[in-house]
């Protein structure tokens, strides 16, 4: 038998740093300086002028803000296959991959298993996941575990694809002959995309 | 003879003038009373200060970014003005940009500190009259601050802007109503 799997969303994981050397510590000293360089020519140059008294009177107010690059993928569901009653199983769902500015991306897919495989005990099934930037189940390409492949086409309007619309594919298949070959059984894993700078 | 009745026309005039503002002398005797007239001419003054700059920082990636500056507006008199407010984008838009791309904001005001009973300004549309100017202080230093000037960048805009640091101005002008 084989049973509910889930899948879940991950932001962008950032590398573990080693513990800084003596010059690097040098470094980031002078790192820091410049920082605040900038910091004081940010506030020279960015201030609020007050009105004088007159007939009529005018004063001025800075606007800022930085926006970062920013990424998010949404709108994935679980994926229920209930009892399989032969033949492949397929599941394609359209999801919203956001990211701001150039819309482009890459996407990295992993499984809580450590491979494309479904668990049950000590019984595995391997399942295939394919990967279109179109939200359209025919095309795409399959993905490789753990590893980043770049695209482009993101949503680049709303975080949500609430405005322009969901952006991508995905598409798990698990093949009839290992799903012949399997041990009856209730088989699961959670699948885990990262979206983040190509 | 022309000349002669301008000249006379003159001091007459001067003569008028005189009797409006003239000091008067005292006579000699056991007291004496001189009188001098003061006069001064205030005109209709206004002034916005304690404006401060709006410094979001780095955009979180959701949500509308506000922020509320209580000003002081001062007007003698009746404390009634009003204001107009444009920003430096281009035809006067309310736009921050990084040089390439913009980002639209949205100002309003309001004539009291606070953000209840606010208005929305439109660039460069003098807003209907205003009340409530500190009448006390120019600088507001007594009588305190008296307006609220806000700026909203709406979470819509915010996502489908490029990366980048953004800047802008909004100038405010006071005047009379």
Same mark, same amino acid.
């Given at each position: ?10 932001? &962008?994981?950032?590398? &573990? ?7 690097? &510590? ?18 020279? !140059? ?12 005018? =004063? ?17 569901? @679980? ?7 032969? =033949? @492949? ?12 500015? %150039? ?19 000590? %019984? ?19 993905? $490789? ?12 309007? /709303?975080? @949500?694809?609430? /405005? ?16 012949? $070959? ?6 699961? /894993?959670?699948?885990?995309f990262i979206i983040q700078a190509d | 003879m022309k000349m002669m009745k301008s000249l ?7 003569? =008028? ?7 008067? +002398?005292?006579?000699?005797?056991? #007291?004496? #009373?001189?009188? !001098?007239?003061?006069?001064? #001419?205030?005109?209709? +003054? ?23 500056? %209580? ?6 008199? %009746? ?5 107009? /407010? ?17 980002? !639209? ?17 439109t660039t460069g549309n003098p807003s209907a009259t205003q009340s409530g100017a500190n009448?006390?202080?120019? @600088? ?13 960048l709406l979470e819509a805009a915010l996502q489908a802007a490029p990366a980048g640091a953004?800047? =802008? ?9």
């Amino acid at each position: 038998m084989i049973e509910i799997w889930t899948f879940s969303t991950q932001y &962008k994981r950032l590398p &573990k740093q080693r513990p800084p050397s003596s010059r690097a &510590k040098l470094f980031n000293f002078s790192a820091l300086c410049s920082v605040f360089s900038l910091f004081a020519f940010a506030i020279t !140059a960015l201030a609020a002028t007050q009105g004088t008294l007159g007939t009529s009177s005018t =004063g001025t107010a800075e606007v800022s803000v930085t926006i970062p690059e920013q990424f998010r993928v949404s709108n994935l569901q @679980d994926v229920s296959f209930g009892t399989w009653g032969g =033949g @492949d199983l397929t599941n394609n769902q359209n999801t919203c991959v956001y990211h701001n500015g %150039d819309g482009s991306y890459s996407i990295t897919a992993t499984s809580s298993t450590g491979s494309f495989a479904l668990q049950n005990g000590p %019984d595995s099934l391997p399942f295939e996941v394919y990967f279109n930037n179109t939200p359209t189940p025919s095309g795409g390409s399959a993905l $490789a575990y753990n590893s980043t492949t770049s695209t482009s086409g993101s949503n680049t309007t /709303a975080a @949500d694809c609430s /405005a322009g619309g969901l952006s991508a594919n995905i598409r798990v298949r698990i093949a009839e002959g290992d799903l012949q $070959a399997a041990n009856p059984g209730a088989y699961n /894993a959670t699948l885990s995309f990262i979206i983040q700078a190509d | 003879m022309k000349m002669m009745k301008s000249l006379l026309a003159l001091g007459i005039v001067t003569l =008028g003038a005189s009797a409006a503002y003239a000091a008067t +002398q005292g006579t000699l005797g056991a #007291t004496s #009373t001189g009188t !001098a007239d003061i006069t001064l #001419t205030i005109s209709e +003054q206004y002034r916005i200060s304690s404006l401060q700059d709006y410094t979001f920082g780095t955009y979180s990636g959701t949500g509308n970014l506000t922020s509320n500056d %209580d000003v002081c507006v001062y007007h003698n008199g %009746d404390g009634l003005y009003t204001v107009t /407010a444009t920003g430096s984008g281009a035809a006067n838009a309310f736009t921050v940009t990084n040089g390439t791309n913009t980002i !639209a904001y949205g100002v309003s005001f309001n004539d009291q500190t606070g953000t209840v009973g606010q208005i929305a300004l439109t660039t460069g549309n003098p807003s209907a009259t205003q009340s409530g100017a500190n009448v006390t202080s120019s @600088d507001c230093s007594s009588g305190g601050l008296s307006a609220n000037l806000q700026v909203q960048l709406l979470e819509a805009a915010l996502q489908a802007a490029p990366a980048g640091a953004y800047t =802008g101005t909004v100038t405010v002008v006071v005047q009379t109503n």
